[in-house]
């Protein structure tokens, strides 16, 4: 069990267990040390990975999980640039002080949105009034606008559809007169000049004939179009007025949907500038992952050498 203990620490830590075996207990001491510190951050960059996924990328439990083996992959590489120093390096120690601090930041700001969720979800109602407030004017106005346009289409259809009616009240029938041309025999007689003898010929004339007949007035038939169309119209303006009542519904539950992390974001600092505990509280857990994110860096630039930095420097002075 000891043994066990003591080669996850080497994974963790990147220590060479080979090495580690024959050296000191303080050595293997220092590598149970720092494995302590480790787990705990990966413990708890593992639950801000997951917590991260599953509320702002809206992900599924896999994909969440396989979010924060990716969060603790990281934490335990940062780690390790400090672990694994052979010899003190100001300039890296100093650079992953701003990155302790930056990761503090963000841990706290994430973990303080999971502690408030119920106080950011009262928050987030009067968040998303306000929003529909500046939204819901414009969008109703365009709503509005269309509804108009609809109106008025229809009523113009709906004249022409009552001037129509009127002239096929007073005209339900139309006379028409249709003219045809028949060809009608003639006979005359012709006297030869040069003989002098009559001969009877036929010809045919052209005469016009003229027919009356009543026809169905025409506007008839335009009569079902425009019904068809004042229908559609009717259905659209009704759509049209459902929508515009449901409207501000829409915008609401369209926001409580997209309402992201930068929003969030927002409402918490808003609740942090109202409340002074919410504010102490954030200070508390920013404290907390700040001093984690220090503790093996300052365990290590305060830490004396052991003989297994010594053998790994022998080494390095053998080769």
């Keep these: 069990m000891r043994e066990g203990w003591i080669k996850m620490g080497c994974f963790l830590t990147g220590y060479n267990y080979g090495i580690l075996k024959n050296c000191s207990e303080v050595s293997k001491k220092s590598v149970k040390k720092y494995t302590a510190a480790m787990i705990i951050m990966c413990l708890l ?17 896999g994909i969440s999980m396989a979010c924060s083996l990716v969060f603790i992959i990281i934490i335990i590489q940062i780690e390790r640039q400090i672990i694994m120093q052979t010899h003190r390096n100001n300039y890296l120690q100093i650079f992953r002080g701003i990155i302790a601090f ?22 987030k109602e009067q968040f998303i009034n306000n929003k529909v407030e500046l939204i819901y004017p414009s969008r109703a106005s365009i709503r509005q606008k269309q509804i ?29 007169t249709t003219t045809q041309s028949t060809p009608v025999p003639e006979t005359f007689s012709e006297t030869d000049p040069i003989t002098g003898k009559i001969t009877t010929r036929t010809r045919y004339v052209t005469k016009p004939t003229t027919a009356r007949s009543q026809i169905p007035n025409p506007n008839i038939a335009l009569i079902a179009p425009l019904d068809s169309q004042i229908n559609s119209l009717q259905r659209m303006i009704l759509s049209q007025g459902d929508s515009l009542s449901n409207l501000r519904g829409s915008i609401e539950r369209t926001l409580k949907e997209k309402t992201g992390f930068l929003d969030e974001l927002n409402i918490m600092f808003s609740l942090l500038g109202k409340s002074r505990i919410a504010l102490f509280v954030y ?37």
């Design 45 to 61: 960059w593992g639950i801000i990975g997951y917590s991260f996924a599953d509320r702002y990328l809206h992900a599924s439990s």
């Design 283 to 319: 200070v508390i857990w920013f404290s907390l992952l700040f001093g984690l994110e220090l503790f093996i860096l300052m365990n290590k630039r305060h830490e004396k050498a052991t003989d297994y930095d010594a053998m790994i420097t022998h080494q390095m002075d053998m080769h």
């Design 148 to 176: 108009d346009q609809l109106k008025a289409l229809h009523l113009e259809k709906d004249s022409q559809r009552t001037v129509l009616n009127i002239q096929i009240q007073k005209n339900p029938v139309i006379n028409t």
């Design 102 to 123: 930056t990761m503090a930041v963000i841990g706290s700001i994430i973990i303080d949105q999971i502690i408030f969720k119920d106080d950011i979800e009262l928050e």
